[in-house]
């Protein structure tokens, strides 16, 4: 039931509007959701009205939220799960479950091609924009460690004409952005995709144009019922593609470049004294 609901929901996917795109993500990735929630709340987490989704589903042939639920009633084997957290433990369970999905989505072919991709491009490019250029830092960073020729890329000011002058097809570009997104995170997408550069795309499961660029596209939940969305299952994604890196690339090699940065780092700089080694 689950499967033929999710169809209908994506079935002429290609001619939506962005709206009806991040709508059609959204259910599709949670219907297990879907009995706790109402078209104001789904519409709230999106950023489009409740008119906007009960349009979407009287397109899809429900008349109204409450026929989806009416046709996902009888599907028993659905993983139920909260509605959205309120409470400080509720919330952590939200967080807990979105870590979990982190590491299940690591069990995917999907994701093995991802790290095989970045351990054996020729050169890794990573930008991450407004409040997620940290997070795509700190992968460059922690990358850089495990393997020769990462970028990072700063994205505040706009300036993007070299590292587009520098991409190749033997590379691979990572972009890092959550809602509300970015134009320069669709931009840089397009530009690297029309030069036939692989691309990965890591963000949260809403995003209306990533699944049309690259087969590459990892996403991790960030509405968990705060204020603000948390990136913990992002940083947790970010840091497991880290981990797999090593073990493709191979944890002796790995062992051997850090050895070598390490000595050129205490040679240069220096480690305080009683520090041990990673």
């Not at 993983?79 to 979105?98: G, I, K, N």
């Not at 590491?103 to 995917?108: E, H, I, K, Q, V």
């Not at 993007?160 to 890092?176: G, Q, T």
């Not at 880290?242 to 940065?261: E, F, K, M, N, T």
Request: charged share 20%; hydrophobic share 45%.
């Amino acid at each position: 039931m689950a499967d033929t609901v999710r169809d209908r929901i994506r079935s002429g996917y290609e001619d939506f509007t962005v709206a009806e795109r991040m709508i059609a993500n959204w259910l599709s990735d949670n219907l297990d959701r879907v009995p706790f929630e109402t078209a104001a709340s789904i519409g709230a987490r999106l950023g489009v009205s409740a008119m906007t989704v009960g349009r979407f589903l009287k397109a899809r042939g429900w008349h109204g939220l409450a026929a989806l639920k009416s046709a996902l009633r009888d599907d028993l084997n659905a993983p139920w799960l909260l509605a959205r957290p309120q409470s400080r433990d509720s919330r952590l369970q939200a967080e807990h479950a979105a870590v979990a999905d982190v590491y299940a989505l690591a069990a995917t072919p999907l994701w093995g091609e991802v790290v095989r991709l970045l351990a054996h491009a020729r050169t890794v490019h990573v930008a991450g924009f407004q409040t997620e250029r940290g997070l795509a830092a700190a992968f460059a960073d922690h990358l850089t460690y495990v393997r020769p020729s990462v970028r990072s890329h700063e994205t505040g000011a706009g300036r993007f004409s070299a590292m587009l002058a520098e991409l190749e097809p033997s590379d691979v570009l990572v972009l890092v952005d959550i809602r509300r997104y970015s134009r320069h995170f669709l931009m840089l997408a397009e530009r690297a995709v029309a030069q036939n550069v692989p691309l990965v795309v890591v963000t949260d499961p809403y995003c209306p144009w990533a699944r049309d660029l690259t087969p590459y596209f990892l996403t991790a939940e960030v509405s968990l019922g705060h204020f603000w969305d948390m990136n913990s299952a992002l940083g947790s994604l970010l840091n497991l593609l880290i981990d797999d890196i090593v073990r493709d690339i191979g944890v002796a090699d790995v062992h051997q470049r850090l050895s070598v940065l390490s000595g050129t780092y205490s040679e240069f700089i220096g480690f305080l004294p009683g520090g041990s080694a990673r």
